[in-house]
């Protein structure tokens, strides 16, 4: 069985994850290609697309097309939910990158549309399929770990800020790295402690770098004046059942502490951390002890067979998904949750006081 894909958003997500990432699911033709600089459009239509396929300016032509199955959502935040939801009254299956959207509001309106349509809807968190969070979910579905009541949700830059396309736009994007690579990291931490319902959230989101000019930056200085969003944001979230996250973001930190999409978790019968490396702790017969899990010996060097590439799991499991009709991976109710989380964040900064969801 094939599927006909289309690409809405040909930007820097679709060329450097979904585009070359589908070319290599054998399931996947990419027939269509959108974005609104038709030069992009054009660009992956001729490095991706079959020799029949067509490039769009407007999302909406592309959608006519009823021969595509599946559509990627790979555009700025601000139009990842009606574009999403749009697709799906074309009866169109979803993989929206991530974050699922600006606002919880937005997110349920996807989900709802979800339901209604019949057609499935994922979210791009892709570090889910890497080989140390995939065994690190084994080892807490095993409840190796046991109760796990405190998760830390780590995405710590020291300098580096995405100075292109609209990274540094709040309007378009609805924050900087809380909602960026935040995102990845709390996403991770909630699917470890497999527990999504958050009592309340209380959020500081800064703005101490980002007016500094000339400042060293991995791309690049940035210009102050467009820096509309946060540099760094810190929180916590009670959970229902008491447990607490930490969530630490940044894009420009004066730290040495760096550590992006990881989590670090404590539980009644054992630890587990990522930022060095996948690390196991407990307690047995009255000694302590920790183990360092190598990860990479899966891999097999000068071996171009199959691939454990993050980015190709995740699409070879969500084309799975929508042959066999079954669940993937990441389900829309869960990133919802990420959405109310970082959303109550914000609120919390705004406001300086905690925020209560699910009242």
Known sequence: MTLKVGIIGCGGIANGKHMPALKQVKEVEMVAFCDIIEERADQAKAEFGTADAKAYTDYQELLKDESIDVIHVCTPNISHSFISIDAMEAKKHVMCEKPMAKTSEEARAMIEASKRTGMKLTIGYQNRFRTDSQYLHQVCEANELGEIYLGKAHAIRRR?????????DEEAQGGGPLI???????????WMMDNYKPKYVVG?????????KNAANAWGPWDPEKFTVEDSAFGFVTMENGATIFLEASWALNTLDVSEATTTLSGTKGGAGMKD??????????????????????????????????EVLEAQQWINAIINDTDPVVLPEQALVVTEILEAMYQSSETGEPVFLNK
């Open 204 to 212: 500081n989101a800064y703005h101490k770098l980002s007016q500094t």
């Open 160 to 168: 580096a800020v995405p100075t292109w396309g609209v990274f540094l």
């Open 180 to 190: 960026d690579i935040g995102t990845h990291a709390l996403d991770l931490t909630l």
């Open 277 to 310: 490396g996948l690390q196991i702790n407990g307690e047995d017969r009255g000694l302590l002890y920790e183990k360092k899990i190598d990860t990479e010996a899966a891999g097999v060097a000068f071996y171009e067979g199959a691939t454990n590439s993050p």
